[in-house]
């Protein structure tokens, strides 16, 4: 199936901001030509939930959220930034894992099972895509899915 990234990243975006009044969400979007990739929209929609919810639920302080859609010429990317609490070195290799959580006592206020993230991990994955962390501790953390663009066949001249 072939979904607009930048459309379903839109989409959501724009529920998230009906649901948490309190936080600011900011998009950096710049493109005007389609980001078609081969997904099944559905599951475009809930790995952008996963995170999207992960950056309002790991955000106690700081309550702003970054969307950023961007393109080249094999990749769409969409980056999901916040200013939360961050994710030590440590832990960062371990937080696709089924399962795990950072801080239990802390997290646990915060609800979850540790599995958000695996499974939005394997689903890009499964779409030849990956799904990658940068973070801080303390400072916050981007989230970035990259997906490959697909792109409209030439015609051959023969
Ligand atoms: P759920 O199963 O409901 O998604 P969860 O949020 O605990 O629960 P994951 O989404 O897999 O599970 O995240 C795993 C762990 O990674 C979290 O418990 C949290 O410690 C850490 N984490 C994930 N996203 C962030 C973030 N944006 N900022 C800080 N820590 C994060």
Same mark, same amino acid.
């Given at each position: 199936?072939?979904?607009?990234?930048?459309? &379903?990243?839109?989409?959501?975006?724009? =529920?998230? +901001?009906?649901?948490?009044?309190?936080? !600011?969400?900011?998009?950096?979007?710049? $493109? @005007?030509?389609?980001?078609? /990739?081969?997904?099944?929209? =559905?599951?475009?929609?809930? &790995?952008?939930?996963?995170?999207?919810? =992960?950056?309002? +639920?790991?955000?106690? +302080?700081?309550?702003?959220?970054h $969307?950023?859609?961007? @393109?080249?010429?094999?990749? /769409?990317?969409?980056?999901?930034q916040d200013? *939360?609490? %961050?994710?030590?070195?440590?832990?960062?290799?371990? !937080?696709? =894992?089924?399962?795990?959580?950072?801080?239990?006592?802390?997290?646990?206020?915060? #609800? %979850?099972? *540790?599995? *958000? $993230?695996?499974?939005?991990?394997?689903?890009?994955? %499964?779409?030849?895509?990956?799904?990658? !962390?940068?973070? &801080?501790? #303390?400072? %916050?953390?981007v989230?970035?899915?990259?997906?490959?663009?697909?792109? @409209?066949?030439? +015609?051959?001249?023969?």
């Amino acid at each position: 199936e072939v979904t607009d990234a930048r459309e &379903v990243a839109l989409q959501v975006f724009n =529920n998230f +901001k009906m649901i948490h009044p309190d936080f !600011v969400f900011l998009i950096d979007d710049d $493109l @005007k030509d389609e980001t078609p /990739v081969k997904i099944y929209r =559905n599951h475009l929609e809930q &790995v952008l939930i996963i995170l999207m919810d =992960n950056a309002v +639920k790991y955000s106690q +302080k700081r309550k702003e959220v970054h $969307l950023s859609v961007s @393109k080249n010429e094999r990749y /769409v990317d969409l980056a999901v930034q916040d200013f *939360g609490e %961050g994710i030590a070195q440590q832990d960062i290799a371990r !937080v696709f =894992n089924r399962f795990y959580r950072v801080d239990k006592a802390r997290s646990r206020d915060a #609800g %979850g099972n *540790g599995l *958000g $993230l695996s499974i939005a991990q394997r689903l890009i994955e %499964g779409y030849h895509g990956q799904l990658t !962390v940068e973070s &801080v501790l #303390g400072q %916050g953390s981007v989230f970035r899915i990259s997906l490959p663009l697909i792109i @409209k066949e030439q +015609k051959n001249a023969d």
